[in-house]
């Protein structure tokens, strides 16, 4: 299981549409190396006014944390609640390189080259090989 829902939230996500502070919420209670990570980077970004982009770089610890990770940026939801909250454009490549962008970098050059196929084949490793 991804997440640790309330039982009142359960109820009123039943009847209705939720908050996504409470969603958000939900996530870092739930993932909290997920959260840590996506802080990171968010923070990153926002202590350089310049940079379209913040980074984490750091491999999980273990394999729970690893799997916190993914399932954070593997949900739409979570992604999406996660990207709406920092107000930023989440990026992933491997399984712990996670990158924040500002959301008028999305078309850019930077961005664009982190998403893209020859980024993802140079920053492979085979220490990264089984993550």
């Known amino acids: 299981m ?7 939230l359960l109820e009123r996500a039943a009847a209705g549409q939720v908050d996504d502070a409470e969603f958000v919420g939900v996530v870092r209670e739930s993932l909290p190396y997920a959260w840590t990570v996506i802080s990171a980077a968010a923070a990153d970004l926002a ?15 273990s394999e729970a944390e690893r799997g916190e990770l993914l399932r954070a940026l593997a949900s739409d939801a ?7 909250h920092f107000g930023v454009k989440l990026a992933f490549q491997n399984c712990h390189r996670v990158a924040a962008f500002r959301l008028g970098a999305v078309g850019e050059a930077t ?3 982190f998403i893209s196929v020859r980024g993802q084949l140079l920053n492979q490793s085979p220490e990264l090989r089984d993550c």
């Not at 991804?2 to 009142?8: G, Q, W």
């Not at 202590?47 to 750091?58: F, K, Q, T, Y």
């Open 2 to 8: 991804s997440l640790n829902v309330p039982t009142a």
């Open 78 to 84: 979570i992604r999406g609640g996660l990207e709406r």
């Open 47 to 61: 202590a350089n006014p310049g940079a379209d982009l913040g980074e984490h770089e750091v491999p999980p610890p």
């Open 111 to 113: 961005y664009q080259e």
